[in-house]
């Protein structure tokens, strides 16, 4: 089974944006950039591909999964996928643009991202937001938090779930450029502590 990597930057208080969806306080040192599109080439928009000098093959995810307000800024520049070369599923109620790399989803949310899960293929990134983080927190087996150097005080929380009380294992800490933090946590199994 695939896993459902939730790969986000996020501020230390915990928001993945303000409170209009602005990530205009995220670190974009191009140090930090040119070490994460290494990583993940893949999740690297495909505008910014070109500018950015980003050239290479998926290397973890071929799935993207997001919410209406997370795809939005690819309609709002003109662009019907922001990721074109990703199987990309966008949960909304609203229609989108014809775009034959762009999968409509709308109901069962938990349902689809599990049939997702069971299909061949690499792993799935979601990509966001948080409130469709947490439709699917259950479902999530990784999450890798860029952590940003900047407090928001409120905005789109990580996960948007209530109290849930879920506990998760720290996997791997990594320092990046631009004093942003990558906290890697893996779903803690049953039975381990």
């Given at each position: 089974m695939r896993d459902l990597v939730y790969y986000v930057a996020t501020s230390l208080d915990g928001f993945v944006a303000g409170p209009?969806?602005?990530?205009?306080?995220?670190?974009l040192d191009p140090r930090l950039l040119a070490e994460l599109f290494e990583r993940y080439p893949e999740t690297c928009p495909?505008?910014?591909?070109?500018?950015?000098?980003?050239?290479?093959?998926?290397?973890?995810?071929?799935?993207?999964?997001m919410g209406a307000r997370t795809h939005q800024p690819a309609l709002d520049a003109g662009l019907t996928s922001a990721y074109p070369h990703l199987d990309?599923?966008?949960?909304?109620?609203?229609?989108?643009?014809?775009?034959?790399?762009?999968?409509?989803?709308e109901g069962d949310v938990v349902a689809h991202v599990t049939a997702?899960?069971?299909?061949?293929?690499?792993?799935?990134?979601?990509c966001g937001g948080g409130d469709l983080a947490g439709q699917?927190?259950?479902?999530?087996?990784?999450?890798?938090?860029k952590v940003n150097p900047v407090l928001l005080g409120e905005g789109v929380p990580l996960a948007r779930l209530g109290y849930a009380?879920?506990?998760?294992?720290?996997a791997d800490v990594e320092r990046l450029p631009g004093d942003v933090v990558l906290l890697t946590y893996r779903?803690?199994?049953?039975?381990?502590s």
């Open positions: 209009r969806g602005e990530v205009d306080d995220f670190a495909a505008h910014l591909r070109g500018p950015l000098g980003v050239t290479g093959d998926a290397r973890r995810f071929d799935t993207v999964v990309q599923h966008v949960v909304t109620h609203r229609e989108l643009p014809d775009d034959p790399s762009v999968t409509r989803v997702l899960r069971s299909a061949p293929g690499r792993d799935i990134w979601l699917l927190v259950d479902l999530v087996d990784e999450l890798q938090l009380g879920r506990a998760w294992r720290l779903r803690r199994d049953e039975g381990t």
